[in-house]
């Protein structure tokens, strides 16, 4: 079991920055593939960013590609999303999400939420222009 508990977030005018967090909990010493998605009102969830914390690789949605960084803390297990430059459409309810399991077979498919088996609560992001 993995329980995800997110902070950050909150309400930042276009072209500022805003940090995300998730600090997992585990009863074991697996390794999970990790990722942050979206959703706005009336918009369907897109995966925003992922980390295969076994190779280090970084996925990124084209539409955060170059202004949001994922990261990860392995001391303190914590995942992180910088957002910078934000823009009024990064205003969504943001989620991290982890998935178990060798974390090669979803590299191809980071973006699809139903590879993705823990959710965090979700954090607001609101960016005003």
């Known amino acids: 079991q993995v329980q995800l508990v997110q902070s950050g977030g909150g309400s930042v005018q276009a072209a500022g920055s805003l940090r995300l967090s998730c600090a997992a909990s585990s009863d074991s010493d697996r390794t999970y593939y990790m990722g942050w998605f979206r959703q706005a009102p009336g918009k369907e969830r897109e995966g925003v960013a992922a980390?295969?914390?076994?190779?280090?690789?970084?996925y990124y949605a084209d539409s955060v590609n170059g202004r949001f960084t994922i990261s990860q803390d392995n001391a303190k297990n914590t995942l992180f999303l910088q957002m910078n430059s934000l823009k009024s459409e990064d205003t969504a309810m943001y989620y991290c999400a982890a998935a178990s399991g060798p974390t090669w077979r979803y590299d191809s498919r980071w973006s699809q939420g139903g590879i993705y088996h823990y959710w965090g609560q979700g954090t607001q992001v609101t960016v005003s222009s």
């Open positions: 980390i295969n914390t076994s190779t280090r690789s970084r």
